[in-house]
């Protein structure tokens, strides 16, 4: 499939500033688009991911965005992860959205996740919520045996943030044995406790591509990213196994750089959705 980029260009050295590293994220969204092979039930089906990054300001105490000038506040680069796809007669979709301060420094962690998912038969939601301890969490869902529950984690990286952070800085990332929570679109199509694993993380860069490998102990399940070893790390595939032989894989098909869509909701907007690769009239 053609790559299309409508993108600025920077010309960006391997020590990057914080000035450049926002000159980058701070022109509007970032709009990547990729073509998906999603396991479900034991079987392979076609869809499409959309992950929407944007910076936007971020009330630190109560974990929204901050619409008034409110404190404390930082800036967060925030994904927006969608997936779509069918299994056989019905329709799936899931989303994430993830909240990671700019300032690595100052937070290592991000801020806030969630994800809900939607298939003909129901819904569900979680959340967590970044805490002094660790992590506050909450979990929906139309699962007896799920639903409703509230609880606590102590601190571990999020899966869900390990997109922003290879976006911003990989090398932020750990290596080595680590503790981590499974994202939660894992957590909810595995109906599985939201809880802290054990994995291995692995870093490998081979020219201009590089990968990051996590692989779980307890749960048969790895992730693989890879991406432009040069900033902005763009991400061009990734695949989840599971069970050694269950592959869903994604990889990159449109990119569409500084966006405003939210401003472009008029219906003859819907023929923008060309320059995606998606439908103007349906998902």
Known sequence: MRLFYYCLTFTLTASLSANQVREFWFNGAEINRYELTQTRYGESHPGHVEFIYVTEPFLTDVQVKNESGGQPS???????ALRTFNTGIYSYRTMSSTFQPIDLEKYPRALKTNTSVQDWRG?????LNRTAQGWRGELRSYFQSEADQNFELSDALLEDAVWLKLRLSPQSLPTGPIQIIPSGVHTRFAHSPVRIERATAERITQGAMSRYIIRYENIDRELHINYE???PHIIQSWKEIEDGKRITQAVLTHR???S????????QDASKRKTLGLNPIAN
Request: glycine fraction near 0%; charged fraction near 15%.
């Open 74 to 80: 930082t800036d967060v680069l925030k994904l927006n």
């Open 256 to 258: 569409v750089m500084n």
């Open 123 to 127: 819904q569900s939601f979680s959340q």
């Open 229 to 231: 070893t040069k900033f």
């Open 260 to 267: 405003n869509y939210w401003s472009e909701h008029a219906p």
